[in-house]
Nanobody, 122 residues
Framework: VQLVESGGGSVQAGGSLRLSCAASGDTSRSYCVGWFRQAPGEEREGVAAITTDRYLTYYADSVKGRFTVYKDNAKNTLVLQMNSLKSEDTAMYVC?????????????????WGQGTQVTVS
């Protein structure tokens, strides 16, 4: 499974960005796909995840009500719509996929990772 993110950039506080993650390869076993972020000097944290069968979604408390994760099946793309951005959302955002039957926001459960896209909120 190969994952490639796009859509990052710089935005003012209160603005919006949409991140995309294109998947290729054998994605048939990927039960859970999600977004993580890591700021300099910080640990990687889970942001949002979605199951690929029933489209159940999971969000970190810090982004609930502001971020929306969904899967565009026609394009085999994972999307993270980020609204009302805050300076504390500044980080490298990375998408990941998991073959596990459990979908949680713990990076240890994910086997496949993209390279990331930078989001800067000022």
């Amino acid at each position: 499974v190969q994952l490639v993110e796009s859509g990052g950039g710089s935005v003012q506080a209160g603005g919006s960005l949409r991140l995309s993650c294109a998947a290729s390869g054998d994605t048939s076993r990927s039960y859970c796909v999600g977004w993580f972020r890591q700021a300099p000097g910080e640990e990687r944290e889970g942001v949002a995840a979605i199951t690929t069968d029933r489209y159940l979604t999971y969000y970190a408390d810090s982004v609930k009500g502001r971020f929306t994760v969904y899967k565009d099946n026609a394009k085999n793309t994972l999307v993270l719509q980020m609204n009302s951005l805050k300076s504390e959302d500044t980080a490298m955002y990375v998408c990941a996929a998991s073959d596990s039957v459990t979908c949680i926001l713990d990076p240890g459960w994910y086997e496949y990772w993209g390279q990331g896209t930078q989001v800067t909120v000022s």
